[in-house]
Nanobody, 128 residues
Framework: QVQLVESGGGLVQPGGSLRLSCAASGSTLDDLAIGWFRQAPGKEREGVSCISGSDGSTYYADSVKGRFTISRDNAKNTVYLQMNILKPEDTAVYYC?????????????????????WGQGTQVTVSS
C-alpha cells in the first residue's frame, strides 16, 4: 500500500513562489508515475503536471507551462512541484497521485486523473 503526503502549501502573494512536496512510502518512487492535480471551489479537478515512472518524461497543463516545474528525487522518495509567478487563479487544493505499472502516457494520466493512490491535499492560496 502506497501512502502519499503533500506539504508546502500556504498563502503567497501574486508573483510569488511555493514548492510543494509529495513524499511517498510503501513503495519506491521509481516504480510509480506521479501526478499533481488541483481543485478549486466550484471547479472540476485539473491535472497540473505529471511525471513518468520510467523515462522521466513530463507533462504540464497549458495554464502552468513555463511557471511550474515537476521533479523527482528517488533517493528521498519525493516528487516536487516548484511553482513560480503564482497567480490568484492558481488558488486550489493540490493533490498528488501515484500510478503503478502498467503506466499510461503522462499526458493521459493528467487528463484522466489516473492514480491508484492519492494524498490528502495541501491548500495553496494566492492573494494580496
Amino acid at each position: 500500500q502506497v501512502q502519499l503526503v503533500e506539504s508546502g502549501g500556504g498563502l503567497v502573494q501574486p508573483g510569488g513562489s511555493l514548492r510543494l512536496s509529495c513524499a511517498a512510502s510503501g513503495s519506491t518512487l521509481d516504480d510509480l508515475a506521479i501526478g499533481w492535480f488541483r481543485q478549486a471551489p466550484g471547479k472540476e479537478r485539473e491535472g497540473v503536471s505529471c511525471i513518468s515512472g520510467s523515462d522521466g518524461s513530463t507533462y504540464y497543463a497549458d495554464s502552468v507551462k513555463g511557471r511550474f516545474t515537476i521533479s523527482r528525487d528517488n533517493a528521498k522518495n519525493t516528487v516536487y512541484l516548484q511553482m513560480n509567478i503564482l497567480k490568484p487563479e492558481d488558488t486550489a487544493v493540490y493533490y498528488c497521485a501515484a500510478d503503478p505499472p502498467p503506466w499510461v502516457l503522462v499526458q493521459v494520466m493528467c487528463a484522466t486523473g489516473r492514480g491508484d493512490y492519492w494524498g490528502q491535499g495541501t491548500q495553496v492560496t494566492v492573494s494580496s
